[in-house]
């Protein structure tokens, strides 16, 4: 089996649509996650921090951390520090966070810190995106990673430059989150479909009469309990419900950076004839040296021969029989014996030709 065909198999299974709950589906309007952002430094380092002459920002941090702590540096120091590195700091807020809740935090290298291995992160604040200070995040860090080097050689196993602190940061100041504006909350489905939509109001209506309203192909609106405890509740139920959604539509996507394709079982294909070859173009240098004679008064000089050699690899003419499932068009598209690269070119030809049924999209 090609690596095509078992990139389909294994993502895709062809089966009948199933209910699903109304929280696979959509979420409710306002509740939502908020991103935090920081500025740090990052100390304890065994020699893998910045080099300060080239990340200047590093040592005036310094400066005006010992600052705050009541430390004078001397103006016009050089500071040659090894063991500090300046990181971002980045987080994620939740919905109903409260203030004393922990959060994990991500820590970053912005200068030419060779490891963060073994550090630790001061103090730092995170804000959100009107500037204000959500969290504090403090702690140690710990690197997925590891890294030796002697003598000009050096080896690494995943990324030194980036660590997690689990439970770094403390939430200080809470972001307040509305269920809804009055009698009403919206569902917004994480996909725009108009069918799924209209699915979700008859599935809502179903149970509570009257109460649901799809204002178009995203956001349905809800009549809601406006006490607190009853529309927690009431929200407790409606995420609960089944709802079938709509099937998706064809597509296929193509990574044209790893050669990966990926289609879901929608796909069809139209009768169509396909041939596809190769062209290899080959360049070999070969460095000489011409030697005058000795009498000759000549200058030893450098000649390089290239040979160019051009190979263009027969394609025969296949022919693709119309499919109806996933698996004949897996099988069908085998039958062609292009590699993942090659059918990146012929899947976009068969698109422009009208013979894929399915949306392409290329990322």
């Known amino acids: 089996?090609?690596?095509?065909?078992?990139?389909?198999?294994?993502?895709?299974?062809?089966?009948?649509?199933?209910?699903?709950?109304?929280?696979?589906?959509?979420?409710?309007?306002?509740?939502?996650?908020?991103?935090?952002?920081?500025?740090?430094l990052v100390v304890g380092l065994d020699g893998s921090g910045d080099q300060t002459t080239q990340t200047p920002f590093t040592v005036q941090s310094v400066v005006n951390m010992l600052t705050n702590l009541?430390?004078?540096?001397?103006?016009?120091?050089?500071?040659?520090?090894?063991?500090?590195?300046?990181?971002?700091?980045?987080?994620?807020?939740?919905?109903?966070?409260?203030?004393?809740?922990?959060?994990?935090?991500?820590?970053?290298?912005?200068?030419?810190?060779?490891?963060?291995?073994?550090g630790t992160l001061l103090m730092a604040p995170l804000k959100g995106a009107d500037g204000q200070i959500y969290a504090m995040a403090q702690g140690n860090i710990i690197v997925a990673g590891a890294g030796a080097?002697?003598?000009?050689?050096?080896?690494?196993?995943?990324?030194?430059?980036?660590g997690r602190i689990p439970a770094g940061a403390t939430v200080e100041k809470?972001?307040?989150?509305?269920?809804?504006?009055?009698?009403?909350i919206q569902l917004e489905l994480l996909a725009t479909d108009?069918?799924?939509?209209?699915?979700?109001?008859?599935?809502?209506?179903?149970?509570?009469?009257?109460?649901?309203?799809?204002?178009?192909?995203?956001?349905?609106?809800?009549?809601?309990?406006?006490?607190?405890?009853?529309?927690?509740?009431?929200?407790s139920r409606l995420e609960n419900i089944d709802v079938t959604p709509a099937e998706s539509g064809p597509k296929v996507v193509i990574n044209a950076r790893t050669g990966s394709i990926v289609m879901n079982q929608a796909v069809k294909l139209d009768s169509c004839a396909i041939a596809h070859g190769n062209l290899t173009v080959t360049i070999t240098a070969e460095n000489t040296v011409a030697q005058p004679n000795p009498l000759a008064g000549g200058k030893t000089t450098k000649v390089q021969n290239?040979?160019?050699?051009?190979?263009?690899?027969?394609?025969?003419?296949?022919?693709?029989p119309k499919s109806s499932t996933l698996r004949d068009v897996v099988r069908a598209l085998n039958a062609v014996g292009?590699?993942?690269?090659?059918?990146?070119?012929i899947l976009q030809a068969m698109k422009a030709a009208g013979s894929l049924k399915a949306e392409l999209e290329v990322i």
């Not at 979420?27 to 939502?32: F, K």
């Not at 922990?102 to 810190?113: E, F, Y």
């Not at 292009?338 to 070119?345: H, K, S």
């Open 149 to 162: 080097s002697a003598g000009g050689s050096s080896t690494q196993v995943n990324q030194l430059a980036t």
């Open 306 to 320: 290239a040979d160019i050699q051009i190979q263009a690899d027969k394609g025969p003419i296949v022919r693709l």
């Open 1 to 40: 089996m090609s690596r095509f065909a078992l990139i389909c198999c294994l993502l895709f299974v062809l089966a009948p649509a199933r209910a699903e709950k109304l929280k696979e589906l959509a979420s409710v309007a306002g509740v939502r996650n908020n991103q935090l952002v920081g500025y740090g």
């Open 338 to 345: 292009a590699t993942p690269q090659d059918l990146l070119a």
């Open 70 to 118: 009541g430390i004078q540096v001397p103006s016009g120091g050089n500071l040659q520090l090894k063991n500090v590195a300046a990181v971002t700091v980045t987080s994620t807020l939740p919905a109903f966070a409260r203030p004393g809740q922990p959060l994990d935090v991500t820590i970053a290298s912005i200068g030419n810190a060779k490891s963060l291995r073994g």
């Open 174 to 184: 809470s972001v307040p989150t509305l269920l809804g504006n009055g009698e009403f």
């Open 194 to 235: 108009f069918t799924t939509a209209n699915r979700v109001v008859n599935a809502v209506n179903s149970q509570y009469p009257g109460t649901a309203v799809a204002l178009d192909g995203r956001v349905i609106q809800v009549r809601a309990p406006q006490d607190n405890n009853l529309r927690v509740a009431f929200l």
